[in-house]
């Protein structure tokens, strides 16, 4: 059934038809509206589930760490400062490996205060052991929803979806809604090979010293060291997971096939922007009339952020002369986070003359800030028509100073 609603309504559907047992909530623009849809279908008898609200977006994560801790598939949501408040319990969630699903609407952080968009929020907590995926519309929110909860419970780490606020989070849009019978044959009832029982009492992730030892039974335990090293490499084993996940999904329902990124005129481009979100699409417009004027030019969208793709990135960039990174995100005293993850990616690929795609950063968008069309276009051509000067030091689109 296609139905026209908002992103916050499509997450909302993503995560009813994903049957979550718990929801903690607290309320933060823009991401309120979300966890308001899911109290209203839990009050009207349509869903299944304990919705908890509670005094700080801190409480909310510990909800859902409590409650995935004990077996229940659990969810949350927030934005900008809340994710920020989140952060010591990011890292508890992860290293406790719990697959919790959070939608994160994408605001600026605060100081100064802003409510608009940008993806410094999310992106500034990319190291807390969290796999990211990035929605580019409202039909990939309540996929990407949907997906994260079987990813989640497959390699038992936890998962956000994130997605811009207001552009993407308060408009209108059509999108498809899964049928539920199919959403139960994809996504069945989690059953964890471990949680809390009352009949059977434990401790869970209490001090642990620095080196190995063993156990109460006699059996060797890992380490903190041990502990990091399995997240990473469980972390780094999981885009073979998300491709399985995709895949079932796309046999299921007939949409996916882009895991970790999405490519559009990309295949003879010698030139390709990247963006992430809504952006992305935003620059596909661009990137139409600069093919109309013969600028062999593309779009690559990230889609998975964390796990960070390099494998795929590089394959779609390396033999292109310039990619040019589009992004709402600042690494203060260096650049834009995803322009320094592609450089990275592609240092192992050399071309037949010892040389590597140039790459430049463009920072816009920071609090809302309008982006027009026409800055867009401007700076796309001039990077593929001029010799970048200063690649290491980022442009920057729409700053008046």
């Excluded at 949350?76 to 406790?96: D, I, K, P, V």
């Excluded at 939608?103 to 940008?118: F, I, K, L």
């Amino acid at each position: 059934m296609q139905i026209i609603e908002s992103g916050n309504v499509a997450a909302a559907l993503g995560v009813k038809l994903s049957r979550a047992q718990v929801i903690a909530a607290y309320p933060i623009t823009p991401q309120t509206p979300l966890t308001e849809k899911l109290s209203e279908i839990i009050e009207a008898g349509d869903m299944t589930a304990e919705y908890i609200p509670v005094e700080s977006e801190h409480s909310a994560l510990a909800i859902c760490i409590a409650a995935s801790s004990a077996g229940a598939r659990s969810f949350t949501a927030t934005s900008a400062n809340g994710l920020l408040y989140m952060h010591e319990q990011l890292h508890w969630a992860s290293g406790a490996r719990l697959p919790i699903v959070m939608c994160v609407v994408n605001r600026g952080v605060g100081a100064p205060w802003t409510v608009w968009n940008d993806h410094q929020d999310s992106m500034s907590q990319r190291d807390t052991g969290w796999i990211q995926i990035y929605a580019n519309d409202h039909q990939q929110i309540i996929d990407s929803v949907i997906k994260a909860f079987a990813l989640a419970e497959e390699v038992m780490i936890p998962v956000m979806v994130c997605y811009d606020g207001y552009l993407l989070s308060h408009t209108y849009m059509p999108f498809d809604i899964p049928e539920a019978t199919l959403t139960d044959s994809f996504l069945p009832p989690y059953r964890p090979a471990y949680c809390l029982d009352p009949d059977e009492p434990a401790n869970l992730n209490t001090v642990t010293l620095s080196d190995v030892r063993t156990d109460i039974n006699g059996v060797k335990a890992h380490g903190y060291m041990e502990i990091r090293h399995l997240l990473q490499q469980d972390m780094l084993a999981s885009m073979d997971a998300i491709e399985r996940v995709d895949s079932r999904f796309k046999n299921i329902f007939g949409r996916g096939g882009s895991p970790f990124i999405e490519s559009y005129r990309s295949d003879d481009a010698r030139f390709i922007a990247v963006g992430i979100g809504s952006l992305s699409y935003h620059l596909r417009d661009v990137v139409d009339d600069l093919r109309d004027e013969g600028i062999s030019v593309g779009v690559m969208s990230m889609q998975l952020y964390r796990p960070f793709p390099y494998q795929a990135v590089a394959k779609a960039l390396k033999d292109c002369q310039g990619v040019i990174v589009f992004e709402k995100a600042l690494s203060y005293g260096y650049q834009g986070p995803v322009c320094s993850d592609i450089k990275s990616a592609l240092y192992h690929y050399v071309g037949p003359e010892g040389s590597r795609p140039f790459v430049l950063n463009y920072i816009l968008g920071l609090g809302g800030r309008e982006i027009l069309t026409k800055d867009l276009y401007e700076g796309l051509k001039l990077s593929c028509t001029t010799k970048p000067s200063s690649p290491d030091k980022p442009r920057w689109i729409g700053l008046k100073l």
